[in-house]
């Protein structure tokens, strides 16, 4: 089709339009190219690409870096889908992927394929990786916290446990189908959902520093989780976020139905 330019004066203003493509450019594009660019000039890129790995039988031209990345521009842009994210990112996707040097971007079934692959072990170095970047680029203000009559210095952390609960249609299986599966089959399991309707459960227990708003932790399991267990790991966050203080400070935990399961 050829190119076409219509223009219409009207009232002394001037309207031109023409059938060449002109995407515009997402208004999350330059503060996901800004975080790429800090992880490339703090180092955390190249300990991404040392410390996070992850078995796959067909990785081909794409490492772990490129869906990190696709992750954290989809974090930044806040979209409440990947399938609203990628079609913004169709127009910017090799700017945004040239800001570590790759040359490819993954699509969203690779993106899924992936992380359908990824195992607990990736999980949990991709989650050291966070945190020591965290703890040590984001000092500690020493007037941080409240202080009681004593003069003694709290600092305040909200450890928050949440119940996702999924209801399930009827799948009606004949001899003649293939075998039906659920696309929540590996994120949820059957539990105790409390007041909420629903046959199968998901549980997160989250770890947020009260003063700054700052996220510390993360931890997520299909069905019941061991909240003890997840209380315990959120602890020992804790502890090494106030080691980092240069003045004696004590953590006050506010606890949210972390233990109402055990």
């Not at 203003?13 to 208004?27: K, R, S, Y």
């Not at 031209?61 to 842009?77: I, M, W």
Request: net charge neutral.
């Amino acid at each position: 089709m050829s190119e076409k330019n219509v223009s219409l004066t009207v009232a002394g203003l001037e309207v031109t339009t023409t059938e060449q493509a002109n995407p515009a450019i997402p208004t999350w594009f330059a503060e996901a190219l800004l975080l790429g660019q800090y992880w490339q000039h703090c180092g955390l890129l190249e300990r991404l690409q040392q410390q996070v790995h992850v078995n796959r039988g067909r990785m081909g031209k794409y490492e772990v870096c490129d869906f990190v990345l696709l992750l954290l521009a989809y974090a930044v842009s806040g979209l409440t889908s990947l399938e609203a994210f990628f079609e913004q990112l169709s127009s910017v996707a090799s700017v945004l992927m040239s800001v570590w040097g790759r040359q490819h971007c993954p699509v969203a079934s690779t993106l899924s394929r992936f992380l359908a692959d990824v195992d607990n072990d990736a999980v949990e170095a991709l989650r050291e990786l966070f945190e020591s970047a965290l703890l040590e680029h984001s000092p500690i203000d020493p007037e941080l916290g409240v202080t009681d009559r004593s003069g003694k210095r709290w600092m305040v952390f909200d450890v928050d446990g949440t119940t996702k609960a999924v209801r399930h249609r009827v799948l009606l299986t004949q001899n003649t189908h293939p075998v039906l599966k659920r696309r929540s089959r590996n994120a949820c399991k059957p539990g105790y959902a409390g007041r909420k309707r629903g046959e199968a459960v998901r549980t997160r227990t989250t770890i947020e520093q009260a003063h700054t708003r700052e996220w510390l932790g993360n931890f997520a399991e299909a069905g019941n989780c061991n909240s003890k267990e997840d209380l315990k790991r959120s602890c020992t966050v804790i502890q090494r976020y106030c080691a980092r203080s240069t003045s004696p400070v004590t953590a006050l935990l506010r606890l949210e139905d972390v233990l109402k399961d055990n």
